[in-house]
């Protein structure tokens, strides 16, 4: 059976977190991050297309940097840690 857009990019997105930040996200977790962005508790850095946008967004004490979707409601993918 085919995987859907929202069940893969949900793979991505873990399989990143845990690449670069060493942090292991579950269903529950990514679906917190998009709650915290659609209530505006993130900073939004910008957009790459008219549906995503980057985000930074606190979670589990870290600053995570994200890639939402606002057309499917779901994190893409989380970014390596931005270079102060």
Known sequence: MRMSKIQSNRI???KRAWR???LVLNR???REIVQKIQAGRGT????TSLARSKWQVEH???TLVVVYDKK???VI???PRREQ
């Open 12 to 14: 991505h997105a873990k």
């Open 20 to 22: 670069r930040y060493g």
């Open 28 to 30: 529950n977790d990514l």
């Open 44 to 47: 939004c850095l910008g957009r």
């Open 60 to 62: 589990q004490g870290r």
């Open 72 to 74: 499917r409601h779901v």
């Open 77 to 79: 993918t989380v970014l």
